[in-house]
């Protein structure tokens, strides 16, 4: 309390050093990765995406030292799609950063729309940069849904049919499954 040290920086910090426990107990190793997973889900929403990175592999790691298979499996799953998460984390800091300078830079506002809508399925934050693209099909969606945030259940419905047939030009499997969602 006195030095202001989040809580989950503190936790995180813990669960990386008992990681490192060569005898630690089996059921306390299963407790281990799955407070590490859920704390990377956390750190994924606070775009702390190196801290996530860090503690999925921790998970991923426990889980590994464990005969439970769905444990396994779970953990994999999970780092993969962090992993994923950090690599474009990498790429769009830059456009982000160049959009401060430049907010009309088109290319920059389609991979940062992208990366919060389809990425995180963070729709509030996306929708402003994928308006902001110019793309043909996405920005005339995005802002559809802008528009229907607020104009009530005929715009919303409208924006929910413009989704539906945008997802259908969407060449990448994750990104239609996300505007579908």
Same mark, same amino acid.
């Given at each position: 309390?006195?030095?202001?040290?989040?809580?989950?920086?503190?936790?995180?910090?813990?669960?990386?050093?008992?990681?490192?426990?060569?005898?630690?107990?089996?059921?306390?190793? +299963? /407790?281990?990765?799955? &407070? *590490?997973?859920? !704390?990377?889900?956390?750190?994924?929403?606070?775009?702390?995406? #190196?801290?996530? @990175?860090?503690?999925?592999?921790?998970?991923?790691?426990?889980?590994?030292?464990?005969?439970?298979?769905?444990?396994?499996?779970?953990?994999?799953?999970?780092?993969?799609?962090?992993?994923?998460?950090?690599?474009?984390?990498?790429?769009?800091?830059?456009?982000?950063?160049?959009?401060? +300078? /430049?907010?009309?830079? &088109? *290319?920059?506002? !389609?991979?940062?729309?992208?990366?919060?809508?389809?990425?995180? #399925?963070?729709? @509030?934050?996306?929708?402003?940069?994928?308006?902001?693209?110019?793309?043909?099909?996405?920005?005339?969606?995005?802002?559809?849904?802008?528009?229907?945030?607020?104009?009530?259940?005929?715009?919303?419905?409208?924006?929910?049919?413009?989704?539906?047939?945008?997802?259908?030009?969407?060449?990448?499997?994750?990104?239609?499954? *996300?505007?579908?969602?």
């Amino acid at each position: 309390d006195e030095f202001e040290v989040p809580p989950d920086q503190i936790v995180s910090l813990t669960i990386e050093a008992l990681d490192d426990v060569p005898q630690l107990p089996s059921e306390q190793r +299963t /407790e281990l990765a799955r &407070a *590490a997973g859920q !704390l990377a889900d956390k750190a994924i929403v606070a775009d702390d995406f #190196e801290r996530a @990175d860090r503690l999925s592999m921790v998970a991923l790691q426990s889980a590994n030292k464990q005969k439970d298979n769905d444990l396994k499996k779970d953990m994999t799953q999970r780092r993969n799609q962090i992993a994923l998460i950090v690599k474009q984390w990498r790429i769009i800091k830059t456009n982000l950063e160049k959009l401060k +300078t /430049e907010p009309n830079d &088109a *290319a920059s506002n !389609l991979l940062a729309g992208r990366f919060y809508c389809f990425m995180l #399925e963070d729709f @509030d934050r996306g929708l402003e940069y994928l308006e902001a693209s110019g793309e043909s099909v996405l920005a005339s969606v995005a802002a559809r849904d802008l528009a229907g945030a607020n104009g009530g259940p005929q715009k919303m419905y409208a924006a929910a049919t413009a989704w539906q047939e945008a997802q259908a030009s969407l060449t990448d499997k994750d990104e239609r499954l *996300a505007a579908q969602r």
